[in-house]
């Protein structure tokens, strides 16, 4: 290991397989002997628990992690501590920790980040598969299972706890519920993912898998995970997702703000880096499964972008026309509304067409109706934009009215391009006929 890193095991650092092994027959992807992958009592399963100032929360949940593997899992297994640069007690409570469990171990980083700790681990890991798993325990261990037997049977290479699939159970803040949301859907957007749940703080991958990807992340922060998995999405590999119970963790030490921020950094890096060919990704899988998931970000999204910009500005032109016509009429707001809805109605129809390549009646109520509210954006922000001009000018004239409305329609614009390519018509780009 690097000179900065310090580690401390006591005793067997791989527990031996359980004392009394759970049948795992009504789970998918759990015969594991028998599907190419190592027998349950030979697998070895290491799970890192990334730590900065979790002095408090520490103990109970190494303990609690331990015991349950100890007497529910069927593999043999070892948890390590990755301390990344605490400054409180996190690391003297680590070191108690390995000491006194089996199977548990500590390792500490000096300097800060997430991602930085799971590269460094998992890169000095003789493992067969790598894990990780948030201290505070927010997802509940019986989904551990799930998550690694479907790699460990070789069914599949990465495995992501997702909480906005159906099936999880949920209980968290609107705030971050509407946060995560936003970011998976602008995820979908840029880089043409397909994957559900980026930042949920559970997911395992293969030691193969990791060793070819690791190499070509940069981040050391948050936007580690999603940016592995992009990366693992469009090497072909495949990910398998758990639907999770998680609670949300009410002492969070996540900064909301500046998480953000470097997550949007992190897409403008990783997006210019593969449209330019600086990051290169092996196939790791066959070609087939590599090129559906490089596909909507490499190759479709400048077409798509371009036939969404026609379509706009052909909208655009019939939408001032309404406007003119009823707002000889009706007052301003009415007028902006009608012709929003309107033109939104036929822009929806043509974008599914021409710009997405969707045909066929299969899910076409359902995409008018989230077009529909991918239009509310729209009619919030014109309404919004012309409130605002009535309340700062007395009387104004058509002109001014119009160059409000298309300046308020373009950002509006922007954004219903993300929602049409991440969620109006999702289900359509993935299964839909073309």
Request: aromatic share 6%; net charge positive.
């Amino acid at each position: 290991m690097a000179s900065a890193e310090k580690q401390l095991s006591h005793g067997q650092p791989w527990l031996p397989k359980i004392r009394s092994m759970p049948t795992t027959d009504s789970i998918p992807g759990t015969r594991l002997a028998s599907l190419g992958g190592p027998a349950p009592g030979t697998a070895r399963v290491e799970i890192v628990v990334p730590v900065r100032n979790e002095e408090r929360g520490l103990g109970p949940s190494v303990r609690r992690l331990r015991g349950y593997l100890d007497h529910a899992f069927p593999c043999r297994t070892r948890i390590t501590i990755a301390d990344n640069g605490s400054t409180d007690g996190t690391w003297p409570l680590a070191q108690a920790l390995a000491a006194d469990l089996d199977g548990v171990r500590a390792v500490q980083l000096d300097r800060p980040g997430r991602g930085g700790a799971l590269r460094s681990v998992w890169s000095a890991s003789e493992a067969d598969v790598f894990a990780y798993m948030d201290v505070d325990l927010s997802t509940d261990l019986n989904a551990l299972l799930p998550l690694v037997a479907p790699l460990l049977s070789g069914h599949s290479d990465v495995a992501i706890g997702t909480r906005l699939a159906r099936g999880a159970r949920v209980i968290r803040g609107p705030k971050r519920e509407i946060i995560s949301r936003c970011y998976n859907l602008l995820l979908h957007a840029t880089l043409g993912t397909r994957f559900s749940d980026a930042q949920c703080g559970f997911k395992a991958i293969r030691a193969d898998a990791a060793r070819a990807l690791l190499p070509l992340t940069k981040d050391t922060g948050w936007f580690f995970d999603t940016e592995l998995l992009v990366l693992a999405e469009r090497a072909g590999l495949r990910i398998h997702e758990v639907p999770v119970d998680w609670i949300d963790d009410p002492d969070s030490r996540v900064n909301v703000v500046g998480t953000a921020v470097a997550d949007l950094r992190g897409i403008a890096r990783l997006g210019t880096g593969l449209a330019r060919g600086v990051i290169r990704v092996p196939a790791l899988r066959s070609p087939e499964l590599r090129s559906a998931a490089a596909g909507p970000a490499q190759s479709r999204l400048g077409g798509q972008l371009a036939r969404f910009v026609l379509v706009g500005v052909a909208s655009t032109a019939v939408y001032v026309l309404l406007y003119l016509l009823l707002r000889g009429v009706l007052p301003a707001q009415a007028a902006n509304a009608i012709s929003l809805l309107l033109t939104a109605v036929a822009n929806t129809a043509v974008n599914r067409r021409v710009t997405f390549g969707i045909r066929g009646r299969q899910h076409a109520a359902r995409h008018q109706l989230r077009g529909l509210i991918a239009f509310g954006t729209g009619l919030a922000l014109t309404s919004a934009a012309l409130a605002a001009l009535h309340a700062s000018v007395a009387q104004p004239g058509r002109a001014a009215e119009l160059t409000v409305l298309i300046a308020a329609n373009l950002t509006a614009t922007l954004v219903r391009f993300i929602l049409y390519r991440g969620w109006v018509f999702g289900h359509g780009r993935r299964g839909g006929a073309r």
